[in-house]
């Protein structure tokens, strides 16, 4: 296990789910935060993480998350603007050093970054894969 972290991961659904089982099954301490009690049916028996249901846009709920204390916060709700507020809260708000976001539309990353928040654009990641799987060279359409 690398250094032991504490990290905030906003939204349970497809996305954070997956990397708050594979967080907490590294040994670190996971939160994870989502609007919806079903979502947290996909983390597995085994996360030894805390859940708090709420809305991440309200400043009381990321406060019951722990935010301020966070080594990491990830936004991965399916909404940029959720995304981009729950990010601008962490940084600015709780103070938090390191935010990560997924961000749906990749065009919207300078946005981020003028935030000091960190992004990973699964739309990007995804194309890249699906070219590199049909063997044709990037750059070449
Ligand atoms: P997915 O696209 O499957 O990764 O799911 C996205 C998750 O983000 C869903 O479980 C949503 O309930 C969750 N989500 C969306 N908006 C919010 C919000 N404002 N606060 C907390 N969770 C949210």
Do not use: W
Request: glycine residues 8%.
């Amino acid at each position: 296990m690398s250094e032991h972290r504490y990290v905030v991961i906003v939204g349970c659904g497809r996305l954070g789910s997956h990397l708050a089982n594979s967080i907490s099954h590294e040994g670190h301490s996971v939160v994870v935060v989502d609007r919806k009690e079903s979502a947290f049916g996909r983390l597995t028996p085994e996360f030894s993480g805390f859940r708090v249901k709420g809305d991440a846009t309200e400043l009381g709920v990321l406060r019951q998350a722990a935010v301020e204390k966070a080594d990491v916060v990830i936004a991965t709700t399916n909404s940029d603007n959720i995304n981009l507020m729950v990010a601008q809260f962490a940084r600015v708000e709780f103070g938090a050093e390191r935010v990560l976001a997924r961000v749906l539309e990749p065009r919207r990353k300078d946005i981020y970054r003028t935030l000091g928040v960190e992004t990973i654009s699964p739309t990007s990641v995804a194309a890249k894969l699906f070219i590199r799987h049909l063997g044709i060279a990037e750059g070449a359409r």
